[in-house]
């Protein structure tokens, strides 16, 4: 073996083989950032659809080739609602792998805490968003939150970790 195959057979998982392991042709992991932001024991979530489908998530998107995590979290919330935040520190890291063959999705979520003014108030701003405002912990829990961590976001109005969590895989 030359370096490129001994450096491919140590990313290989043991018992598989490379394209057991490879990602299918012209896919690979979306990495999204996402902003949290409480006030006063609420998290600004924001209502998104396909179809006739409606959810709800944390603002956020992709993070585009050369932008470092905390400039797309702040140009997404910019883009979205119109916020200028400021990013603080990692909370979360959430997996989304679609469970259906035919839907090829793979999302790593990043979870940061945000802090922006108090007076601001998110607007929508991209067509995406249907809406935006505040979740108290019962609409969290009610709400159909993707990727589903609605209890770990409840339970960040009450003290937010100390280091980030994985929260493994959630669709």
Do not use: N
Request: a negative charge; one cysteine or more; aromatic letters at 6%.
């Amino acid at each position: 073996m030359d370096g490129v195959d001994d450096a491919r057979a140590d990313l290989v998982p043991h018992g598989g083989d490379a394209a057991a392991s490879a990602p299918p042709s012209g896919h690979t992991p979306t990495i999204r950032v996402a902003g949290l932001l409480i006030h006063e024991e609420t998290i600004l979530m924001v209502e998104q659809g396909r179809g006739e489908e409606r959810y709800w998530l944390l603002p956020g998107g992709g993070v585009l080739f050369g932008e470092t995590l905390a400039d797309a979290l702040k140009r997404e919330l910019q883009e979205e609602l119109g916020l200028r935040v400021g990013v603080q520190q990692l909370v979360g890291i959430v997996e989304s792998i679609s469970p259906d063959p035919d839907y090829a999705k793979h999302v790593v979520h990043l979870i940061f805490a945000i802090s922006a003014p108090v007076e601001a108030l998110p607007e929508p701003r991209d067509e995406k968003v249907l809406a935006a405002r505040y979740l108290t912990e019962l609409e969290l829990r009610s709400a159909d939150v993707r990727p589903p961590v609605a209890e770990f976001l409840a339970a960040c109005t009450r003290e937010m970790p100390s280091a980030p969590h994985y929260l493994g895989r959630r669709w």
